[in-house]
């Protein structure tokens, strides 16, 4: 009876061992996780050509409301949030649900955010009414960003100040977005 007692014990501590490890690296991991965000958001993607650093292209993006409307517009006073997304893409979705729950939060106004995809505008705006996005979705029909700045690989998020320049940048949908640092961004 003893040995069964000392037994036990000796396996309950062996397990209260292993979970202070896990709790550890557990910590570890999230510390580790959030310096890669940080360095992540400052630097440039795989393949784009749209760089932190370099001004953001001034293009005609086109929506269901008639006219085309420039990119320099959406950023001009305030900065803007650019995502580039394809719906029914997985991680697009997660992005486009963190960026709508930041909105919906009160953190980042609901004009800042800008989708962009390569769809037709109707199946854009039918998209986000599904969604439930209430951010704008326009339409580069004639993919150029795809064509001439790279933009290929989806989510991409693009920080742009007022000026123009592009402050933030990211393809992954992981990153947990911090609300003051996008919003001090978006003001240069």
């Known amino acids: 009876m003893m040995k069964r007692i000392l037994k036990q014990a000796g396996l309950g501590a062996l397990v209260l061992a292993l979970a202070a490890v896990g709790v550890y690296l557990g910590m570890t991991f999230r510390e580790m996780r959030a310096a890669q965000d940080r360095d992540f958001l400052y630097s440039q993607g795989p393949s784009s050509k749209l760089l932190v650093g370099s001004t953001f292209p001034n293009l005609e993006l086109v929506s269901t409301a008639p006219g ?75 993919a150029v960003f795809m064509r001439d700045f790279g933009v290929a690989d989806f989510p991409l998020l693009v920080v742009v100040g007022k000026s123009g320049t592009i402050r933030m940048f990211t393809y992954d949908h992981r990153v947990n977005f911090d609300a003051a640092a996008i919003q001090e961004q978006l003001s240069n």
């Open 68 to 142: 085309a409307i420039p990119t320099s517009r959406l950023y001009s006073g305030n900065g803007s949030i650019f995502m580039f997304l394809e719906p029914g893409c997985p991680p697009c979705e997660s992005m486009t649900k963190k960026w709508q729950g930041l909105i919906d939060e009160g953190k980042i106004p609901r004009e800042r955010v800008v989708g962009i995809s390569f769809g037709e505008p109707e199946n854009l705006e039918a998209y986000a009414k599904h969604n439930g996005l209430t951010f704008p979705i326009y339409s580069d029909t004639a």
